[in-house]
């Protein structure tokens, strides 16, 4: 009896040791900031789930101008960043910041207006000659100024073109891309938009591209790391394997297809180096 007793002590530990091992840890949450571009083309609600099913890390996203997301990131307030604007994201590199800047997607900016195009810009491609044009006949614009990629991109145009659109026809909407265009559609107004997001929402626009082409309107895209040495505190490994998926070769490809279906052509053109094909970031 003694002996049954024992082993039915034995047993019941046996049970609630196993029942123990079988709770599952809680995921990992990491703080994505962003553009609000990903998130209002929709290329994050086709990306996120996908890297969450794969890893069981769940990215929560903060999705403002990529000035707000880069100031996010030099406060450490975010694991990982994702941003469209080349050389502000190379002085967080420089600055020691930022310990790895990976380009992994691009598209393009266009030039949107009213359909009645008052500055005659349709099928220009030079964006200086453009907006020179809606400068010269005063025609209402509409920019995002809110310090985002977009609006750094608008600022170094209308510094090429050697003219500024200033006064009563020229609106900061302080927003982001699609309130930005809302609003344009709003006024019959111009204005700067990336490709992706325009073409997201255009079925609620009354606005068409007027002027695109111009080599100077490439929209390149990063996933940046912030310094461990900077930032201890960040969980640097998620935000690593964050990184690690957008440069594999499946994600690659579920980029280069997104838009295809609802669109008629791809949102965004993945681009990541060879180096990161694997999906490995060092």
């Known amino acids: 009896m003694k002996r049954m007793r024992i082993t039915q002590v034995l047993l019941a530990l046996a049970v ?13 949450t990491i703080t994505l900031a962003t553009t609000t571009s990903t998130r209002d083309s929709g290329l994050l609600d086709e990306l996120l789930p996908m890297f969450r099913d794969q890893t069981g890390i769940e990215v929560k996203v903060v999705a403002v101008g990529t000035g707000q997301a880069l100031e996010i990131g030099r406060r450490g307030d975010a694991d990982v960043l994702m941003t469209h604007a080349p050389p502000a994201e190379q002085k967080m590199v420089d600055s020691g910041i930022v310990s790895r800047r990976i380009p992994f997607m691009y598209n393009d900016f266009v030039i949107v207006g009213p359909e009645s195009d008052p500055a005659g810009i349709r099928g220009q491609q030079s964006a200086a000659a453009a907006l020179t044009a809606i400068a010269d006949k005063q025609a209402t614009f509409v920019s995002r100024g809110d310090e985002s990629g977009t609006h750094m991109k608008e600022k170094e145009l209308w510094k090429n073109a050697g003219r500024e659109h200033t006064g ?3 609106f900061s909407a302080g927003s982001g891309m699609g309130a930005t265009l809302r609003l344009a559609s709003e006024k019959g107004a111009y204005a700067l938009a990336d490709r992706g997001t325009y073409l997201s929402q255009r079925d609620g626009l009354d606005l068409a591209i007027l002027s695109e082409g ?14 461990a040495a900077k930032f201890p505190n960040l969980d640097h490994g998620a935000a690593r394997r964050f990184a690690e998926f957008l440069t594999s ?7 280069g297809q997104f838009g295809n ?22």
Do not use: M, W
């Open 16 to 28: 609630l040791a196993g029942g123990c091992q079988t709770e599952e840890p809680p995921s990992a």
């Open 168 to 170: 009563p026809r020229y």
């Open 214 to 227: 111009d080599p100077l309107l490439r929209n390149q895209y990063a996933v940046l790391l912030l310094s």
């Open 249 to 255: 070769a499946d994600t690659q490809q579920t980029i």
């Open 261 to 282: 279906k609802q669109h008629g052509q791809p949102l965004f053109f993945p681009n990541a180096s060879p180096e990161h094909g694997s999906g490995r970031v060092p």
